[in-house]
């Protein structure tokens, strides 16, 4: 959700703003909804949120993408309890007696974001090895797979790991 908005066409502007809601809770989308329904000066009844976006015009479009954009970015910030640094090794992840490699996008003490172009469901536990740097012996962690997208899985660690 890092991309510039004014480079993309209105369908991936769309994409992105539905992306994002699909972040909010409910009555954050409800927020949303009246406040789109107050500017429309309509009363929202009967229109749905996808109806009153699309109702919009692209440029308002992407002006609340930038505003959701930034709403996402801080309020998943906040959500962390340990900083992340971004990380590239490659790492041995073993799960169901099957193991991959894979390289790491990022880490904290509680967790790391794993690229991945395999199947793996949230709730399942996995076993990681890596390295921190070359000089150091080998991490071998276990942690609970706690988000899956497109890009790969979010792995909580079941220990923290001591300072990175």
Same mark, same amino acid.
């Given at each position: 959700?890092?991309?510039?908005?004014?480079?993309?066409?209105?369908?991936?502007?769309?994409?992105? =703003?539905?992306?994002? !809601?699909?972040?909010? /809770? +409910? @009555?954050? #989308?409800?927020? *949303?909804?009246?406040? &789109?329904?107050?500017?429309?000066?309509?009363?929202?009844?009967?229109?749905? =949120?996808?109806?009153? !976006?699309?109702?919009? /015009? +692209? @440029?308002? #479009?992407?002006? *609340?993408?930038?505003? &959701?954009?930034?709403?996402?970015?801080?309020?998943?910030?906040?959500?962390?309890?340990?900083?992340?640094?971004?990380?590239?090794?490659?790492?041995?992840?073993?799960?169901?007696?099957?193991?991959?490699?894979?390289?790491?996008?990022?880490?904290?003490?509680?967790?790391?974001?794993?690229?991945?172009?395999?199947?793996?469901?949230?709730?399942?536990?996995?076993?990681?090895?890596?390295?921190?740097?070359?000089?150091?012996?080998?991490?071998?962690?276990?942690?609970?797979?706690?988000?899956?997208?497109?890009?790969?899985?979010?792995?909580?660690?079941?220990?923290?790991?001591?300072?990175?």
């Amino acid at each position: 959700m890092s991309n510039n908005e004014d480079e993309l066409n209105i369908y991936e502007v769309n994409s992105l =703003l539905f992306q994002i !809601i699909s972040f909010m /809770s +409910e @009555a954050e #989308r409800g927020n *949303l909804k009246s406040t &789109l329904s107050s500017k429309l000066s309509q009363t929202g009844h009967g229109k749905d =949120l996808s109806s009153l !976006i699309t109702s919009i /015009s +692209e @440029a308002k #479009r992407r002006e *609340l993408l930038k505003k &959701l954009t930034n709403w996402y970015h801080s309020k998943h910030l906040e959500l962390r309890k340990f900083p992340r640094r971004p990380f590239s090794p490659t790492v041995e992840l073993s799960t169901n007696g099957l193991t991959y490699m894979c390289f790491i996008q990022n880490i904290s003490n509680g967790g790391v974001f794993i690229h991945t172009d395999f199947s793996i469901n949230i709730d399942q536990q996995i076993t990681m090895t890596f390295s921190l740097s070359r000089a150091e012996k080998d991490i071998k962690v276990s942690g609970k797979v706690v988000r899956v997208d497109s890009q790969g899985i979010g792995v909580k660690f079941d220990k923290l790991l001591p300072d990175i």
